[in-house]
């Protein structure tokens, strides 16, 4: 069965970092992109970042920028968002998503979801 399952949310204060991990089962990660999408609460769902197969990434946040970065093991079949110097606003549940193709910023091109992990950014 194919699975996507979030992890490393939680509570942190202005400032602090996190890094979230995104494992797949069921299927090999390796073949496809894989997004990292956020929902704040009574907001859209957005795009954050997206790392290609071939290990290129995409922005899609500018309020993200020089703070939280992408990556992938292949070899462990997860990926990872690190997020640093994170802000109030950064507060939302985070979602790893992905696509067989090359990265989108539109969620309804992506196959599979995980179900997300709550990050909180309060001091």
């Known amino acids: 069965q194919l699975q996507l399952v979030e992890s490393g949310g939680g509570l942190v204060q202005p400032g602090g970092s996190l890094r979230l991990s995104c494992v797949a089962s069921g299927f090999t990660l390796a073949y496809y992109s894989i997004g990292w999408f956020r929902q704040a609460p009574g907001k859209e769902r957005e795009g954050v970042l997206c790392?290609?197969?071939?290990?290129?990434?995409?922005n899609y946040a500018d309020s993200v920028k020089g703070r939280f970065t992408i990556s992938r093991d292949n070899a462990k079949n997860t990926a990872y968002l690190q997020m640093n110097s994170l802000k109030p606003e950064d507060t939302a549940d985070y979602y790893c998503a992905v696509r067989r193709q090359v990265c989108s910023r539109r969620l309804n091109d992506y196959d599979h979801w995980g179900q997300g992990t709550q990050v909180t950014v309060s001091s």
């Open positions: 790392i290609n197969i071939s290990g290129g990434w995409i």
